[in-house]
């Protein structure tokens, strides 16, 4: 199935850019006409998961780069990096500048505060 969508660029050095992009669908779903629009919400729903949480785990979590192959590890790991997403997210709600409460600054903020700042978080005790 080919998708012709419109790319709007909104941050960054190349804000305001515009591109027209072809995009080729595999599935093994049969393409009727009236089904068209289920198909297109199903791609967005994909496309914004991996967005969120994915793209967070895959970059600054590093989760693609793991070296570890133990099945019991690979999942303890990642129950750890998703639950650190969740303190993450409620130290971000917290925070007045959104611009410096990237996950890096949530990493810096812990390794400084020894990690006595995640305690207060889940407490719901405001830092």
Known sequence: ???????????GKHRGTQSIEKIYYVSSRPVLAHDATELLDAIRLYWGIENGLHQRLDVTAKEDSSRVSN????????MLRR?????????????????????SDFHNTMALRQHRLAGQILKG???
């Not at 199935?1 to 941050?11: D, K, S």
């Not at 099945?71 to 990642?78: D, H, I, K």
């Not at 639950?83 to 996950?103: E, F, G, P």
Request: aromatic share 4%; proline share 2%; hydrophobic share 40%.
């Open 1 to 11: 199935m080919e998708i012709t969508r419109e790319v709007n660029i909104l941050r």
């Open 125 to 127: 005790a405001h830092p």
């Open 71 to 78: 099945r019991n590890s690979l999942l303890v790991l990642g």
């Open 83 to 103: 639950a650190a997403m969740s303190v993450y997210h409620a130290w971000r709600r917290k925070r007045k500048n959104k611009r410096q409460s990237t996950l």
